[in-house]
C-alpha cells in the first residue's frame, strides 16, 4: 500500500507531520498503544478531566468516532492520498464555518476531494479532531474532551 501526505500552504511543515504520522497511526496502522498515541500526538489541555485514564478513555472514544465517520471514505486497497491543507488556504467546497480566530490553527484532511477531518492544532500538538456542527449553516466546534 503506498500512501502520502500534502500539505499546502504556509511553513507548517512540523504541523503537518504531526497530522500526517497521526492519520497513519490512527487508519492505517489500527493497533497502536493509546496512551503512546496520547503522549505522542495530544494537546494535554483539558480541564475537565483530571485523571489521565479518564482523558485516554475520551481519546480512545474520539479516535473511535473518527474511524467510523471515516473508514468508508478510506478505501485501505487503495492508493490512499492525504492532503493537508491549512483550512484558510482550502480551495474545497462546503467546508464547515469556524470561528474566524482559530482558522490559522486548523487544517483540512482530504482524500480526493472528500474531507476526512478537520484537525485543530495547539503548539505543535492536536488539541482536537472530531467537530460538531448547530444546525444545518451555523459555526462548528470542535470536540476537544480529552
Known amino acids: ?5 500534502v500539505l499546502s500552504g504556509q511553513n507548517k511543515s512540523s504541523n503537518k507531520d504531526l497530522i500526517d504520522n497521526f492519520f497513519e497511526d490512527i487508519f492505517l496502522r489500527e493497533n497502536q498503544n493509546s496512551n503512546k498515541l496520547y503522549k505522542k500526538y ?5 480541564r475537565r478531566i483530571k485523571s489521565k485514564k479518564e482523558k485516554i478513555k475520551a481519546f480512545e472514544a474520539n479516535v473511535d468516532l473518527s474511524r467510523e465517520n471515516n473508514l468508508p471514505l478510506i478505501n485501505k486497497s487503495e492508493i490512499i492520498n492525504f492532503h493537508i491543507t491549512i483550512y484558510k488556504n482550502s480551495t474545497l467546497e462546503d467546508l464547515l464555518k469556524f470561528d ?8 483540512i484532511v482530504s482524500n480526493k476531494g472528500k474531507v476526512i477531518s478537520y484537525v485543530l492544532v495547539e503548539n505543535s500538538k492536536i488539541k482536537a479532531f472530531n467537530t460538531v456542527q448547530k444546525g444545518s449553516d451555523g459555526l462548528a466546534f470542535f470536540i476537544d474532551n480529552f
Not at 1 to 5: D, G
Not at 100 to 107: E, F, G, H, Q, V
Request: aromatic residues 12%.
Open 1 to 5: 500500500m503506498i500512501h502520502c501526505f
Open 42 to 46: 495530544i494537546a494535554n489541555k483539558c
Open 100 to 107: 474566524k480566530r482559530a482558522l490559522d490553527n486548523i487544517y
